[in-house]
């Protein structure tokens, strides 16, 4: 069935270096997307989040691009720092019901000093 | 403006036992939800609400009860707790249905055992 999805379960970067995790999606219908970021014992947290009616919006150090030609998400994280350390979430929303998120597995990023 | 409370934070049960999960918003929000989170599966939707006096299924409500009575508070009822219902469980909450109301704000999660 139709999912969202993430590349890699784990990513691992250098401390300084850019970030980048990806997502995948099979819903042409779906009309926007927005990302999470879930630290060890906490909630998700809301990091950014895009409609498909833009290819790429900036937050501070983050940045998602979304590529609607290949249902294709990433999330991009600036100069990553040991803070940055968590599982991340993408999460689409289909449409119809009261409802409309639907979560990917996560990635888990982690920090090498 | 505390946001989404759950509590407790913790909890054991023994098979068959019942217990609430407690969740409080404090945003006016008229739309609050429950989620599961299991190892490899992501968050999956167990109940929801869009107002007080209205609740639906989610993808896996079975074995779970809720109801909306107020618009801050959405508990959630295991009546007779299985080992299958081990997991992590998050309310979330977020100002309406509808486009510009996707954004969902979460609480800091109950870890439930269930021996």
């Known amino acids: 069935g139709e999912s969202v999805g993430l590349h890699l379960p784990t990513l691992s970067v250098q401390e300084g270096d850019n970030s980048i995790i990806n997502c995948a999606y099979s819903?042409?219908?779906?009309?926007?997307f927005i990302w999470y970021k879930q630290e060890s014992g906490k909630g998700p947290q809301f990091i950014i989040d895009?409609?498909?009616?833009?290819d790429k919006r900036q937050g501070q150090r983050v940045t998602v691009l979304l590529n609607k030609t290949v249902k294709h998400l990433s999330l991009q994280i600036a100069a990553t720092q040991p803070g940055d350390s968590a599982v991340y979430f993408c999460?689409?929303?289909?449409?119809?019901?009261?409802?409309?998120?639907?979560f990917g597995k996560g990635t888990h990023l982690i920090i090498q000093p | 403006n505390a946001g989404v409370t759950q509590t407790p934070k913790f909890q054991v049960l023994k098979t068959g036992q019942s217990m609430t999960l407690q969740c409080a918003q404090d945003?006016?929000?008229?739309?609050m939800s429950w989620y599961r989170q299991d190892p490899g599966m992501g968050l999956r939707l167990i109940h929801y609400?869009?107002?007080?006096?209205?609740?639906d299924q989610g993808e896996v409500p079975n074995g779970y009860n809720v109801s909306r009575s107020t618009t801050e508070d959405f508990p959630l009822r295991l009546l007779s707790a299985a080992p299958s219902q081990t997991s992590v469980y998050f309310c979330?909450?977020?100002?309406?249905?509808?486009?510009?109301?996707?954004?969902?704000?979460f609480g800091s999660g109950t870890q439930l055992s269930v021996l």
């Open positions: 999460a689409e929303n289909r449409g119809g019901g009261a409802d409309g998120l639907t």
């Open positions: 895009i409609r498909s009616n833009m």
């Open positions: 609400s869009v107002g007080a006096g209205i609740t």
């Open positions: 945003m006016n929000h008229e739309y």
């Open positions: 819903n042409s219908a779906s009309d926007y």
């Open positions: 979330a909450s977020k100002q309406s249905t509808g486009q510009g109301n996707e954004k969902l704000f």
